[in-house]
Each structure stands twice: as structure tokens, then as C-alpha cells.
């Protein structure tokens, strides 16, 4: 079954908690790389890349910080065809367990209210309803907002 997570969830699989399987995401798709700990385990050389989408860095071969980043837009062809190649090594090796969204409902999706979500939309498009959910109204800061549903 697909799973998704927004970048909040995703972050939580970043290897620190041992029980929990290794997430890292690549263009919004996320390949579970708990078999690869030894590289994105805590004390792995890539653990920066842990619970994140990496696209960035991997597309820049980088591993700075400010890299770390699902931002791809500006990316060089060279840069872009890297990354396709990180893209095809992972679709090799691990499985891949479901995508990145954002906001972890469709309510919240609906209503655009943080940037951190628009910026999070720019990049990962329009989330679907989750399981077919309709959203006909929720409440918001005590006003009752009538939505259309995005399906
Ligand atoms: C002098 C610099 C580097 C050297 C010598 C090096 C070397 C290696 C080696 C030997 C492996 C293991 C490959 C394998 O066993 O399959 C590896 C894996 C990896 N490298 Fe590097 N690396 C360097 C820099 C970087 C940088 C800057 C990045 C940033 C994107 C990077 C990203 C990765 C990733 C993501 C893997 C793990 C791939 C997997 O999950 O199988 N490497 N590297």
C-alpha cells in the first residue's frame, strides 16, 4: 500500500529512532533505505540525507545544509541528469513506499493558511483527498468554510 507523509512526517523517519525503517525521498517519491543504514543511519556518511527529500543535494552532489532541499526548479541539465541517475540507482535498490505531500489532510490542503504549505504545494503540486475523503466544510478560526471537494 502507498503510504503518504508530508515533509513533516517523512522527517521522522531520519534513522535516530532504531525501530522505525529509513525514509529518504527523491522528487516527491519515497524509497525506504533502511538497508542502506550504513549509509543514512546516524552515524552514516549520507544520515544528513535521512527522512528528506534530497533531490537537491543528490542533483548537486552535495551535502550542505541549505542543499537539503526538494527544490529542483533551478537545477542545471547537468545538475538534473545527476540526479536521474541517483533517481534510476535508488528505484534499483530499494523499494519504493509511497510520496510526499502536503498537508496531511485535504481540508488543509484546500485552504492554503501557512506559507510553509504554499511553498510545500510549489514544489509537490496539488495534493489529492486522502481515501477519497470529501471536504464539504470545516471549521476555521471559528468561521465555517464551505470547500469544494478536490475530486
Ligand atoms: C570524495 C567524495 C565522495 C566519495 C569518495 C564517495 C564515495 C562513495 C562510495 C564508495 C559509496 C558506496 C557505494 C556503494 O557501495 O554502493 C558512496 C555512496 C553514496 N554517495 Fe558518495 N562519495 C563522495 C561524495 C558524495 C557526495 C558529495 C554525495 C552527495 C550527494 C554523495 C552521495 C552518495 C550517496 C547518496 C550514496 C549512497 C547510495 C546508496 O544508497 O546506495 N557522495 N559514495
Redo the contacts with the bound molecule.
Keep these: 500500500m502507498e503510504v503518504t507523509l508530508t515533509p513533516q512526517e517523512l522527517s521522522q523517519y531520519n534513522g535516530r529512532d532504531p525501530s522505525k525503517p529509513i525514509y ?1 525521498a527523491i522528487k516527491g517519491r519515497i524509497f525506504d ?1 533502511t538497508t ?1 543504514k550504513s ?2 543511519g546516524p552515524e552514516g ?2 544520515s544528513m ?1 535521512a527522512g528528506k527529500d ?1 533531490s537537491r ?2 542533483g ?4 550542505s545544509d541549505e542543499d537539503i532541499s526538494p527544490s529542483i526548479d533551478d537545477l542545471t541539465e547537468k545538475e538534473m541528469g545527476v540526479l536521474n541517475d ?1 533517481e534510476k ?2 528505484e534499483a ?2 523499494p519504493i513506499i509511497g510520496r510526499v505531500v502536503c498537508g496531511g489532510n485535504a481540508a488543509e490542503d484546500i485552504l492554503p493558511c501557512s506559507l510553509e504549505l504554499q511553498s510545500c504545494k510549489s514544489i509537490y503540486g496539488k495534493t489529492e483527498a486522502l481515501d477519497g475523503e470529501e471536504v464539504k466544510s470545516f471549521q476555521h478560526n471559528d468561521v465555517v468554510l464551505s470547500l469544494q471537494s478536490t475530486r
Design positions: 529518504v533505505v542502506g549509509f543514512y556518511s549520507y540525507f534530497a543535494a543528490l548537486k552532489m552535495s551535502k541517483w540507482k535508488f535498490k530499494y
